[in-house]
């Protein structure tokens, strides 16, 4: 099993759409949770962390459920410049801090 | 310069050159770090400096041979790479390279060919 799993996509969706992406992971040791965006042909940027309480920045709410092992994204009235590849990344400790990206879910925005 | 700037963002090279990867980064971070990025595959984290020490080496093959002089540079030394190597190779920093919350900054990356 990987340790962060997540669907691929491509979602399509049309403005102002709401959409969510799902992320699990496998090791109970995970500590840490983001979200970061990739553009295509781009390098990755910090999205948002992940908080236990959950948190929003504007149309965007981060989850994390550990029961369950897994963080969400949710985008909500998306724009065309939401098009991007959205990778989640787990911060676990095992003797030391190991950072692990998600292959990432890839997002298409229409008009 | 700021944020972190990586040279040269694109390089062809044979089986038998050798070449080098170069990464600086302006935010005063003591952390630094190579990843490498397939197509449709997660970032594999090749190599880990933290205050110009290497902390983690991820199984990497031996023609990868990086280099961290100061905690602002980092090289990456290339040797008889194989096609299989042709990849996104990306260079980030953070404040420290320890600390549950550890905010990585990329660079642009270096998109290599291996012919």
């Known amino acids: 099993r990987k340790e962060v799993e997540q669907d691929p996509g491509p979602f399509n969706v049309p403005e102002g759409a709401t959409v969510a992406f799902n992320c699990t992971y496998s090791?109970?040791?995970?500590?840490?949770f983001f979200w970061y965006r990739q553009d295509c042909r781009k390098e990755p940027k910090l999205l948002m962390s992940?908080?236990?309480s959950g948190n929003e920045d504007g149309r965007f709410t981060a989850q994390l459920n550990r029961a369950s092992q897994y963080i969400s994204l949710l985008i909500r009235d998306s724009k065309l410049s939401d098009s991007a590849t959205y990778l989640c990344?787990?911060?676990?400790?095992?003797?030391?801090?190991?950072?692990?990206f998600g292959a990432g879910t890839r997002l298409f925005v229409k008009a | 310069e700021t944020g972190v700037t990586q040279t040269p963002r694109h390089l062809v090279m044979g089986m038998t050159n050798k070449k080098s990867l170069k990464c600086e980064q302006h935010?005063?971070?003591?952390?630094m770090y190579w990843y490498k990025q397939s197509a449709k595959k997660p970032l594999e984290l090749m190599f880990v400096?933290?205050?110009?020490?290497?902390?983690e080496n991820n199984s990497v093959p031996s023609r990868f041979s990086p280099e961290c002089p100061n905690s602002s540079h980092l090289f990456l030394h290339l040797h008889t790479l194989q096609p299989e190597d042709s990849a996104l190779y990306l260079c980030?920093?953070?404040?420290?390279?320890?600390?549950?919350?550890?905010?990585?900054?990329f660079g642009p990356g270096t998109r290599l060919t291996v012919l």
């Open positions: 980030a920093s953070s404040q420290d390279g320890q600390g549950a919350t550890n905010e990585q900054f």
């Open positions: 090791n109970s040791a995970s500590q840490s």
């Open positions: 992940v908080y236990s």
């Open positions: 990344v787990v911060r676990l400790y095992t003797g030391g801090f190991k950072t692990i």
């Open positions: 935010l005063g971070h003591n952390a």
């Open positions: 400096y933290s205050l110009e020490e290497r902390v």
